[in-house]
């Protein structure tokens, strides 16, 4: 796994040694070559392993053969310019994409080792233990408390109503919406304000206890302070959980994530080290874009 | 003339008006060179001429058309002999019928009494003068308004500007129709059922439970209490349409699951369509295929397993209605779950609900205001059908709940007391006004409730 | 925030849970999805059997029985003075020239009973054909044609099969004598099933056999027609104002409130309102198709005005803004621009719109349209009926017959019904514009 990573870089052409990035700051120019992605796109012991990952929607070639994984207890930021295939390559990782009729994936994505396109892999299981959060809220048109329980009931994860309420209770707490909400769980969800909704959202796919959370722009939808919460709830539920988030703000995923993927019209350019991208970027693509210059 | 020639000539006059408009305003510039000096087109003034002569002779010629016949009537009334004349109002008007008949060639000269004979004679030639007199006068009309306007066209005159406002007020004239129509309903039903309040007491009939208008008129006991009790009927129609919609709402609901989120597309171009066809077999067909095949299957059905069934039993007609419903209940189902946003089903699948488990608590859900007033809707076309009950229900006023046994319906007894023979002034008679009414109001409530549901659901998904 | 707060599960016992009622949960799927089909099934299922028994029994409508008789058109029945006028050939009795062609046919019946009991094998309305044919053509009188005639009613549900012939004499219409004859004639080739012109070309009659559509045809016909006349101009008058002209204020709310609400009151009001209105308050005529339009009008306005209102929605803005831009009034606009685009879409409306008016019936009972007219209608005022009526009438009658006429009459009022939405959808296909 590591070599084919090395051998990329290799061919690039990619002198690793710190010195000669600072001469020679992008060496490697476009046109891109698919598959090639800069830097290195393994980490040890990850949760989700992806390699030669292609999307079609029809005729249209979506994401080409990108490769990486996700670290558990980190949250990676995919970042690149709209369209570019992050959403996609988010929706692969849950197989969302089977609800799309005209979608059809290719390549492995393995899931704590196992390939999550088996036959045998079940897809309700997989979304149990890979939840997602979405750009714009969309609780259900139920109360908070049932929103919370949907997932739990379901999935038959409580005994009783007593083993339930303990489920929607530390959910909402661990989604930090506990006190804001704890005398109106029968109000419906769509009552709240939109931060709040984002965060029952996320109440919502904490209560299943899944091991990874995708979100998709969660936080487009919201005011700056509504963000600033979301943005604090990530660190918190970094501890538990393996975290894939999609961002068109780069202050955003220089924030919350450890490491950060650029994709650019469907190829994953760059991987790397969230300090490492934003203040040193290898790939004149991804340079050009987090100063700015396009996107 | 007769009316009907009288309009042919119009229009034709009108067509003659145009030319004059058009060709006077050609004239006062100098020929087709001189186009560019009028305000408007030449066929503006064509236009303007032509509906300057139409439209006030048209107005003559409705309103003496409206009248003609009552006038003429009353002429004829103060020329009968006088024994005639003289006598009670409802047998002199059985007599102003017999003219009314002879005139309209219905029957024989040898079939009324020689004062109706007399009295129609006088009516030809009364009517005759007023034709001939209407004739006159139109024309006249016609002839001056076009010299008059051919007179006054100057390359000054806005005659489009005109043309167009004319237009404008005919079209919203058009536009208040429905207005006027909804005022026609109210005013028409609600007067004749106010006479009906006026013999049987609006409690007795809303709350009695004895239904036996023909008694009434047999025994000379008009209005007596007891026979105008109308809850059999609302019993009766609630019944049959609680039936209906116990065989609609599930079988609708769930073909439309089944075709908006299950079915693949080939299979849902061809099935929705041909569901969609039931809504379009004319109810007449579903009484027939209700009164021919299915009550006596039922019957038969019922014997065989001892239960006795009567052969307009409620469910039958309730039955067959359902099936009627069911395209409604569904397109009007699919439309609404297809208005759910996809965002919502995601979040569900993403929590890994299954597609059955998505669609039963989260799309029904969020779409259950919308199918509630689409249910609301089919209510009302249920409580409101004429045509299944009438064939297939019966005409015996049961107080009962008992599916298997004849009722009747609100619309059953209006068409039974309404067809036929019918006095007008008889309670018998007006009583089929009291049903209408409380027939309108009632859907009327349930659409009113239903559209405004439906909105405010559109509304939240918009 | 109280992040402390630890799931109570971990990831893989809930994981366990998760795989422990999957199998469940599948089957409640299955079983779900089986419903729905079975609901689309039961749908299309009550179509098919309706289709079905209607056509089933009312194919046999368009085919009629008829029995070849050698007619002797003995000059001595029909014309005894020999003057050749129509007015003594129509005074003949034909009845009894058809008896006396069945005692020549039959030498061996005796006495005037059996004579009776033997020409009741036709019916009682061949002798009127009998009596145009002599009249149109005097030169039959005194020679022997061979003629189908009309067979009678009994004979003609035997033929079809309707009436079983191993029922006691007692419980069929048929004499075990008449069978007799009958047979006799089968075996010549005498009695045969032909297309039932009669039942195509007459109007109503009290004798299934000679009953036809015709008039119910004609009747609607002229109700549709002077509908689409009214409700067409009316209909889209009423949309182009509403679309292009009104401002949204109180009163173009009420307007579209009352459009809506009038799509859905109950069809029989409409009928009232023409009774109490049209028949009552300015006396028009009774049962004529004049007044039928009037109420079917009000009735097919909302859709029709519903559809025009779309169409008219579906132009886009950006060609009206170029009309106006060049300096065309708005009604300009919208005569030569707007309307030729919305037209198709209007169409369609309105055609679904007169299929409605077309099936429709209980409105028409109450303005008396219910009557038994034999004539066909001959104008706008003329008592008539139109077809779903007619099958409402037929459909009424207690003999056999009937049923079938009933059921035949159906089959002519869907083939309209398929013709108008078949248009429908084809104009909806063909002009369906992308913008
Ligand atoms: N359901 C779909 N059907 C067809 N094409 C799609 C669909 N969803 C996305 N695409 C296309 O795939 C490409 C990637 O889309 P997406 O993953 O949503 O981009 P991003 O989230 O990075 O903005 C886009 O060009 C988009 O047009
Ligand atoms: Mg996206």
Request: include cysteine.
């Amino acid at each position: 796994m590591n070599t084919e990573a090395v051998q990329v870089d290799e061919r690039a052409g990619i002198n690793l040694k710190p010195s000669s990035r600072q001469s020679e700051p992008y060496s490697i120019q476009a046109p891109v070559e698919s598959g090639k992605t800069v830097g290195d796109i393994t980490v040890p012991d990850p949760i989700f392993s992806c390699r030669n990952v292609d999307v079609y929607y029809g005729e249209k070639h979506a994401i080409k053969k990108v490769g990486i994984d996700i670290a558990k207890n980190q949250v990676l930021a995919m970042i690149g310019p709209s369209g570019c295939g992050k959403s996609t390559f988010l929706r692969c990782l849950n197989r969302m994409n089977d609800t799309i009729p005209s979608a059809r994936v290719e390549g492995s994505i393995m899931l704590d080792g196992k390939d999550i396109h088996d036959k045998k892999q079940d897809v309700v299981q997989l979304r149990a233990r890979v939840g997602m959060v979405f750009q714009k809220p969309n609780p259900f048109p139920k109360s908070i408390y049932e929103n919370v329980a949907y997932g739990p009931r379901i999935h038959g994860l409580a005994g009783d109503r007593v083993e339930l309420d303990e489920i929607v209770h530390g959910s909402l707490q661990r989604a930090g919406l506990w006190e804001e909400v704890k005398d109106r769980l029968d109000h419906p969800g769509t009552s709240l304000s939109g931060g709040q909704q984002q965060r029952l959202c996320i109440a919502r796919t904490i209560a299943v206890n899944p091991e990874v959370i995708l979100m998709d722009e969660p936080c487009s939808a919201l005011d700056p302070i509504a963000t600033a919460r979301i943005e604090d709830l990530m660190e918190e539920l970094r501890q538990s959980y393996a975290i894939a988030i999609v961002t068109h703000s780069m202050q955003q995923a220089a924030r919350v994530s450890q490491r950060t993927a650029y994709f650019h019209l469907g190829d994953l350019i760059e991987v790397g080290e969230t300090d490492r991208i934003f203040t040193n970027p290898r790939h004149k693509l991804t340079e050009d874009y987090i100063t700015g210059r396009f996107g | 003339m007769t009316p009907a020639a009288l309009l042919v000539a119009l229009a034709l006059l009108s067509v003659g008006a145009f030319w004059i408009g058009k060709s006077r305003s050609l004239a006062i510039v100098g020929g087709t060179r001189g186009v560019r000096n009028l305000h408007s087109l030449p066929s503006h003034y064509g236009f303007m001429t032509a509906l300057w002569c139409a439209l006030p002779a048209l107005a003559v010629i409705l309103v003496w058309l409206v009248f003609q016949d009552a006038i003429i009537l009353r002429l004829v009334t103060d020329h009968l002999p006088a024994g005639v004349r003289d006598l009670p109002a409802n047998e002199l008007s059985l007599v102003l019928n017999d003219v009314r008949n002879l005139v309209a060639g219905n029957v024989g000269r040898d079939a009324v009494s020689e004062a109706a004979r007399g009295a129609a004679d006088e009516y030809v030639r009364l009517r005759g003068i007023s034709r001939m007199s209407l004739t006159v006068l139109t024309l006249v009309m016609v002839v001056c308004t076009a010299l008059f306007v051919r007179s006054r066209i100057t390359p000054e005159l806005r005659a489009r500007n005109r043309v167009e406002k004319v237009v404008e007020w005919m079209l919203i004239g058009c536009s208040t129709i429905a207005v006027f129509t909804t005022i026609g309903i109210v005013a028409s039903v609600a007067f004749e059922a106010f006479r009906f309040f006026s013999m049987v007491s609006p409690i007795e009939f809303l709350f009695g439970t004895n239904w036996s208008p023909q008694t009434a008129i047999r025994a000379d006991q008009v209005g007596s209490s007891g026979s105008f009790g109308a809850v059999p009927l609302f019993a009766g129609t609630l019944l049959i349409s609680l039936i209906a919609m116990v065989i609609a709402v599930p079988i609708g609901l769930f073909s439309a699951i089944y075709l908006a989120e299950y079915a693949n597309p080939r299979f849902r171009t061809y099935a929705k369509p041909l569901i969609e066809v039931l809504a379009g077999v004319p109810t007449v067909v579903y009484g027939f295929f209700a009164a021919l095949t299915i009550g006596p299957a039922l019957r038969g059905w019922g014997e065989s397993f001892g239960i006795s069934v009567a052969s307009e039993s409620a469910l039958a007609a309730g039955l067959v209605m359902g099936i009627m419903i069911i395209p409604f209940v569904s397109s009007l189902a699919d439309d609404m779950i297809s208005a759910v946003p996809q965002s919502l089903r995601d979040g569900a699948y993403a929590l890994g609900a299954t597609r059955s488990e998505t669609i039963k608590q989260v799309v029904i859900r969020a779409a259950l205001p919308g199918i509630v007033g689409g249910v609301l809707l089919a209510v009302s076309r249920a409580i409101g059908e004429t045509m299944i009950v009438v064939m297939a229900a019966g005409l015996a006023a049961n107080l009962t709940a008992n599916p298997f046994e004849a009722v009747t319906t609100v619309t059953v007894q209006i068409v039974t007391l309404l067809v036929g023979d019918q006095e007008f002034d008889s309670p018998k008679t007006l009583a089929a006004f009291a049903l209408g009414l409380v027939l309108f109001l009632v859907t009327l409530a349930l659409n009113v409730l239903a559209l405004h549901i439906v909105r405010k659901y559109r509304e939240q998904y918009e | 925030m109280n992040s402390t707060s630890k799931p109570l599960k971990t990831a893989k016992e809930t994981q366990a849970i998760v795989a422990a009622t999957l199998s469940r949960r599948y089957w409640a799927e299955r079983r779900f999805r089986a419903y729905g089909l079975a609901a689309v099934i039961a749908g299309l299922a009550f179509l098919v059997y309706l289709f079905f028994t209607i056509f089933s029994n009312g194919m046999g409508a368009f085919r009629q029985t008829q029995v070849r008789l050698p007619i002797y058109y003995d000059a001595a029945l029909i014309d005894p003075a020999g003057t050749r006028k129509p007015d003594d050939l129509n005074a003949a009795d034909y009845a009894a020239v058809i008896r006396n062609s069945f005692k020549l046919k039959f030498p061996e019946v005796e006495g005037r009973a059996a004579t009776r009991e033997l020409s009741r094998l036709v019916s009682g309305s061949a002798s009127f054909d009998l009596q145009r044919a002599v009249v149109e053509n005097p030169a039959l009188i005194g020679t022997t044609v061979d003629t189908w005639l009309l067979a009678s009613d009994a004979v003609d549900l035997l033929e079809k099969g309707h009436i079983e012939r191993t029922l006691a004499e007692a419980e069929r219409p048929l004499t075990d004598q008449q069978l007799v004859w009958l047979d006799k004639l089968d075996a010549e080739n005498a009695v045969a099933l032909k297309f039932n012109t009669v039942f195509l070309t007459h109007g109503d009659s009290r004798e299934p056999e000679k009953a036809g559509i015709w008039g119910a045809v004609v009747g609607s016909f002229y109700t549709l027609l002077l509908t689409l006349l009214l409700s067409f101009p009316i209909g889209v008058a009423t949309a182009v104002y509403l679309e292009e002209f009104a401002r949204r204020n109180r009163w173009t709310d009420l307007i579209e409130v009352n459009i809506n609400n009038l799509a859905a009151v109950p069809s029989i009001v409409f009928g009232l309102l023409g009774l109490a209105v049209y028949i009552g308050f300015f006396g028009l005529p009774r049962s004529a198709p004049l007044v039928g339009a009037l109420v079917l009008t009000l009735l097919t306005l909302p859709t029709i005005i519903i559809a025009s209102r779309a169409a008219l929605k579906s132009v886009p803005p950006s060609i009206r803004e170029a009309a106006l831009g060049m300096g065309a009034s708005k009604i300009q606009t919208v005569a030569h621009h707007v309307l030729p685009l919305a037209m198709p879409g209007m169409l369609t409306g309105t055609i679904i719109g007169m299929a409605r008016a077309l099936g429709e019936s209980a409105p028409l009972l109450m303005i008396g349209m219910v009557a038994f007219i034999v004539d066909i209608p001959k104008g706008i005022t003329d008592a008539s009926t139109v077809l779903p009526v007619q099958v409402f009438l037929w459909s009424d009658s207690p003999e056999r017959g009937f049923m079938e006429k009933t059921s035949g009459a159906i089959i002519v009022l869907l083939a309209f019904l398929v013709v108008m939405n078949t248009t429908a959808v084809i104009l909806r296909k063909r002009f369906e514009r992308r913008w």
